[in-house]
């Protein structure tokens, strides 16, 4: 169980254009999912929390209208890097917790999408 | 805010040795405390977790350790084998209420 989906895997996008991101729970409900940028050999460095009908929370120097989230409904988030540069290349993944009320509970991961910006 | 250490950040054993990684913490209500295994190019896998009100979890080779009044926690692979090299990831969570990750350690298990 606790299933995240991340789609796409990868995309390959030219400078100036918008891609989108999804990240759905398959098996749970997730009021709130995460997403983290991944340079290489980098660390996990979270980017926003996706709260369900409401605004996302952004960390401290994530533009966000760079980086527009949606979370919709209680399975899935969108991430949307509008405009890209080729600065924006890297791994993005989204994670939600399948515990529910219980705070103290996982992180579960999607598969990641590896952006390149041309 | 929380802030998240670990070392080292590359760590080489020779298969069947034992492997430690170390991580501190600064946020005190910080209470639960997931490693993170990630191979390349692949999502981080949960491998143990272990929650403020114990001092030390064991899964089959793999132990966690919390020290809360010291602030660190630590990883403890034993008998390491090839497919243990990756990176690992300690993280933090409660205080913030928001998951922060250590800087990872790549593991390289020597055959």
Redesign the interface.
């Known amino acids: 169980g606790a299933v995240v989906s991340q789609h796409p895997s990868w995309v390959i996008c030219k400078s100036g254009t918008s891609v989108k991101i999804e990240c759905r729970s398959l098996d749970f409900q997730a009021t709130t999912m ?1 997403w983290y940028r991944q340079f290489p ?4 460095m ?1 980017m926003a ?1 996706s709260n369900e009908g409401s605004k996302a929370t952004y960390e401290q120097g994530v533009e966000k209208d760079k980086f527009l989230i949606n979370h919709a409904s209680l399975t899935l988030s969108t991430l949307t890097v509008t405009s890209a540069h080729p600065e924006d290349s890297s791994f993005y ?1 989204c ?1 939600a917790r399948a515990g529910g009320t219980d ?10 999408t ?1 952006l390149t910006v041309t | 805010g929380e802030n998240v250490e670990q070392h080292p950040s590359t760590l080489s054993v020779q298969e069947g040795d034992s492997a430690v990684i170390k991580c501190t913490y600064s946020d005190s209500a910080s209470n639960y405390f997931p490693w993170y295994k990630q191979e390349l190019g692949k999502r981080p896998q949960l491998i143990i977790d272990i929650r403020s009100n114990v001092g030390e979890k064991k899964d089959q080779r793999i132990a966690v350790t919390l020290n809360k009044t010291a602030k660190h926690f630590s990883l403890h692979i034993t008998e390491t084998q090839p497919e243990d090299s990756a990176v690992y990831f300690c993280a933090a969570y409660g205080g913030t209420y928001k998951y922060i990750f250590g800087t990872g350690t790549r593991l390289k298990v020597l055959a």
Do not use: A, D, V, Y
């Open positions: 995460f050999k980098q660390s996990l979270l929390t993944i994670s705070l103290n509970s996982p992180l579960h991961f999607g598969n990641g590896r």
